[in-house]
């Protein structure tokens, strides 16, 4: 039987979206209990954009459609122009804007963020001095409350304290926005062209009266230039956004502004802002406005498309996206659909309301990114300053990968849900790298490569995609480029520019690291030698598992080796009573004093925490530190505290912080210690505790759909097991039934019809009808499908999942 709200995507009545039909694999008859519990809505109704808007989640509000260019959102104050409320313009608690921005990233830390290009601030007044003047957004910025706002899923909705309203919707790269005024009032658009979020190296803006437009561009770049940790050198521009706007109504008034002087009646204006913040870069800047005559009619439609290329592309999406008459309605219809319809390769029944809130809003921010950043006639910007046309197969050109915390989990997550997005992402990414001398740089926003954070995920992120089945792209030469980044040393891992934050070197000092088999700390050119040895260690076994399916047998035995170079950073004596990772020097020496909380040759993390980091060997981490039951008491005590009490909300130096990459796979180490009901039970338990509704809703930045993504895999009881690998370790979902959709009928089905809050543990499971007592699944299941049915049980099972021969290795 396959019940109706599995066979199909509903369809919304609308003008611009065609019918949509989403074929499901077959489950079971349900029991009555189950089939009482499927949600009548379609699953972009349970999507709150608003979570994660607190608490350092980072992410943000706006519309924006999945993988979507434009991303139109507030830029809030706190009183400085220069700065705003949190990383990525949003804070929940910041409760003033002085915009609505065009481009936004998803839970990206380093504040305040990237992008958040030419925000556009509906102002009830006179402009009477220049908006850059207006240093402390004292003027030309509105407060507003939180019961005057509403987010869903491609519709933005605001009422300013000022009498203002904004009400936005967007297509993948441009967008429509009805602006209220209060009538009589004088009524104008801001549009501040050079106040992206890191400021700008130069901006323009060019007013037609006579065809009710407004146009121009920003050249910015600069994400995290203002780290103290080396952001200096990130201070550069690397795109430039263009913009076309239109009108349904003349303009009263016009004028622009440049730095502090305003000009009234002026068309056009020049200039940037520069990338420093507060008294270095207050009161620079340029932008225009328009006036409109509220007597008789206080609404204003303004239609917008945007381009990384030129006007003229801006101008070709927005025709191409928004027709002339289009409403709000119509296009807020069109992008729920579209939400929907990708929300829709993972249903679940069951759970409560606040479960499926919290599951498919975490989706939701999963499949936010990779970004658009060519235009619909196929040019994008390239990482060589050039503009190119999409490779021969290519769909799109996308950017924004956030590579040290995206390959571990939510780039499985898009290789499983959508490959074909994650093999044009796959290609993006080749194809940056060949614009860049061939240089595959840790951290890309648009199409600048800014270096940000440690080791080699491109390597980790390309061998997962081609090990879930990824085929759409040139796998071949990625991996020669790759591999060949990989060996050949680069004259940029010798220099010291960006560090520690954002080094320069994808593989620094790799002469030294090939040499020594480990980054020796005192000459490494990185953010730390353990953890970039951990990091390369991590991205040669998954280079080792591609190669393998290629078949270049001598390169996989190569990059085997090389990912067991952890071992030379165990240090088996580093305290009197265990051994933990610690950085050593080039001469061999440990780097001391060492303190298992310290962070001293490590990123963002301690050596508590990046000990556990070598997911693609655990059985020999578990050697060295006495054997697996010795590796599970320790385990242990990394989750709760002295007196057993658990310990997984992050603060301690000593154990597990779920606000950051480097550990959130840890919970999941259990699997393979031959004690699976202990992951079960911590998995529930950060579920439980660390996750949830509202805008604290996340532990931590989403890091682009990270963060978002570990919970997805873990409500679903998967987790991938190690990058470069397709296999799945095996948890207790949270649902009773799930189905997984992926092209040519390759779906998975999950059953546990016993899930619920007094369930956690699981005591038998059966994959396609066979029982299996193994605490993982093959790739199989994530390339071919298959049918998980669970048993689960209020009380662990210490004995499923234990078989020393079935372990995940």
Known sequence: MRPPWLRTARRLGTRSAALVVTSALALAVPSPAVAAARPAERPVSYVDPLIGSANGGNTYPGATLPYGMIAWSPTSTTGDQTSTGAANGYQYDATRIRGLSLTHVNGAGCNPGAAGDVPIMPFVGD?????????????????????????????YTLGLKSGAGADLAVGKRAGVADFSFPAGRPANLLFRVSNSLNGSEDAHVDIDTAHRKVTGWVLTGAFCGRRANGGTNNRKSYYKLYFSASFD???????????????????????????????????????????????????????????????DGAEANLRGEIPPRASVDDVARAGADAWNRELSTVRVAGGSTARRTTFYTALYHSLMQPNLIS??????????????????????????????????????????????????????????????????????????ATHVMTGDPSAATLATFYAMGVRDFDYEGAFESLARQATVPHADGLSDAGCPGQCVGQRPNLAQYLGSHYAAQDVCHCWGGAAETLEDAVADSALAKWAKLLGRDEEAAAFAERGGYWRNVFNPDATADAGYVQARNLDGSWVTPFSPGSDRGFAQGTSATYTWMV????????????????????????????????????????????????????????????????????VRQILDTVYGTGPAGLPGNDDLGTMSAWYVFSALGLYPQTPGSGAMLLGAPLFPEAVVDRPGGTGITIEAPDADAAHPYVDAVRLDGRTTNRSWAGAGLVKWGGTLTYRLAERPDTSWGTDPAGLPR
Do not use: C
Not at 127 to 154: I, L, Q, R
Not at 395 to 420: C, E, M, V
């Open 127 to 155: 402009v009477t001095s220049s908006p850059s003047a207006d240093t402390k957004d004292a003027v030309y910025a509105a407060d507003f409350a939180h019961a005057d706002e509403k987010a869903v899923p491609g519709r």
């Open 249 to 311: 109504r003349a303009f009263s008034s016009v004028g622009t502004w440049k730095d502090g002087t305003l000009s009234a009646g002026s068309t056009s204006a020049s200039g940037g802002e520069g990338y420093a913040t507060g008294a270095d870069r207050a009161g620079r800047g340029s932008g225009g406005y328009v006036g409109f005559d509220t007597r008789s009619d206080n609404d204003v439609r303004m239609r917008i498309g945007i381009s990384y290329v030129s006007l």
């Open 375 to 448: 235009d619909a006639d196929g040019r994008y910007y390239g990482m060589d300053a050039e503009v190119h046309r999409l490779a021969r197969g290519q769909r799109a050109q996308y950017s924004n990968f956030s590579g040290w915390d995206q390959y571990r989990a939510q780039i499985q997550l898009l290789a499983l849900l959508k490959p074909r997005i994650a093999g044009d992402f796959a290609q993006s990414l080749f194809n940056f790298a060949g614009q860049n001398g061939g240089v595959w740089d840790r951290w890309v926003h648009v199409s600048g």
């Open 615 to 682: 997911p693609q060997d655990v059985q020999g981490l578990a050697a060295a530190m006495g054997g697996r039951e010795r590796a599970a008491e320790r385990l242990d005590g990394f989750f709760h505290t002295a007196d057993g009490a658990w310990s997984v909300r992050g603060g301690d130096p000593l154990r597990y912080d779920p606000t950051n990459e480097p550990g959130i796979h840890a919970p999941w180490l259990y699997n393979a210690l031959g004690q699976p009901w202990k992951t079960q039970a911590t």
